[in-house]
């Protein structure tokens, strides 16, 4: 959350907003842990609110980082990550496929090969628009936008990868298993 009250102030709605759209392909919170975590943020001195009043709606709070919460950005975006386990469900039954219908796998490993072709396809026309909108900013790594550039990038390895682990291993099954390429 800091890291997008970085580059810009945002009610906790549109911060919610923010999420889904920018950074949900890596992170996700649901909308009922944003406004806890604001208020802790508060509370340490991180962010401040200021209230807006609006016409047909009640007022709103929007957030912007401190200083302080700047600061603490900066040392958390170059502190060591803890390794931790991934939980992946597809490979977790893929573990396990060879005592399945292989039918049923072919089908559920296409239908995810087909699920992440469809976000890579997403993710691609994100990363033209960037580059046609952005252009030279995306190359410049104290931008923002090459911040956004750079997470994107994570995305579409991902989802490139992910639908090509699914299309071997489907192939794999409608071979019977027969080669190791």
Same mark, same amino acid.
């Given at each position: 959350?800091?890291?997008?009250?970085?580059?810009?102030? *945002?009610?906790?709605?549109?911060?919610?907003?923010?999420?889904? /759209?920018? #950074?949900?392909?890596?992170?996700?919170?649901? %909308?009922? $842990?944003?406004?806890?975590?604001?208020?802790? *943020? &508060?509370?340490?001195?991180?962010? #401040? %609110?200021? +209230? #807006?009043? $609006?016409?047909?709606?009640?007022?709103?709070?929007v957030? /912007?980082?401190?200083?302080? =919460?700047?600061?603490? *950005?900066?040392?958390? +975006?170059?502190?060591? #990550?803890?390794?931790?386990?991934?939980?992946?469900?597809? +490979?977790?039954?893929?573990?396990?496929?060879?005592?399945?219908?292989?039918?049923?796998?072919?089908?559920?490993?296409?239908?995810?090969?087909r699920? %992440? &072709?469809?976000?890579? *396809?997403?993710?691609?026309?994100? &990363?033209?628009?960037?580059?046609? &909108?952005?252009?030279?900013?995306?190359?410049?790594?104290? @931008?923002?936008?090459?911040? @956004?550039?750079?997470?994107?990038?994570?995305?579409? +390895? %991902?989802?490139? =990868?992910?639908? /090509?682990?699914?299309?071997?291993?489907?192939?794999r099954?409608?071979?019977?298993?027969?080669?190791?390429?």
């Amino acid at each position: 959350m800091l890291g997008l009250l970085a580059r810009e102030s *945002l009610s906790g709605y549109d911060l919610a907003s923010r999420m889904r /759209e920018r #950074v949900g392909f890596f992170w996700q919170a649901r %909308h009922s $842990q944003i406004y806890p975590e604001l208020a802790r *943020l &508060e509370g340490e001195g991180m962010v #401040v %609110h200021r +209230v #807006v009043e $609006q016409r047909d709606r009640p007022d709103k709070k929007v957030y /912007e980082i401190t200083d302080a =919460g700047l600061e603490t *950005l900066k040392e958390w +975006v170059t502190a060591p #990550v803890k390794p931790r386990a991934t939980r992946d469900e597809m +490979v977790l039954k893929a573990y396990s496929i060879w005592l399945s219908d292989p039918g049923k796998a072919i089908d559920l490993f296409r239908e995810q090969q087909r699920l %992440h &072709e469809e976000q890579l *396809l997403r993710y691609e026309q994100i &990363e033209a628009w960037m580059e046609d &909108e952005w252009d030279e900013d995306i190359g410049l790594p104290d @931008s923002p936008r090459f911040a @956004s550039y750079a997470a994107l990038q994570r995305g579409i +390895v %991902h989802e490139r =990868g992910y639908a /090509e682990w699914c299309d071997w291993v489907a192939d794999r099954l409608e071979k019977g298993g027969a080669g190791t390429g």
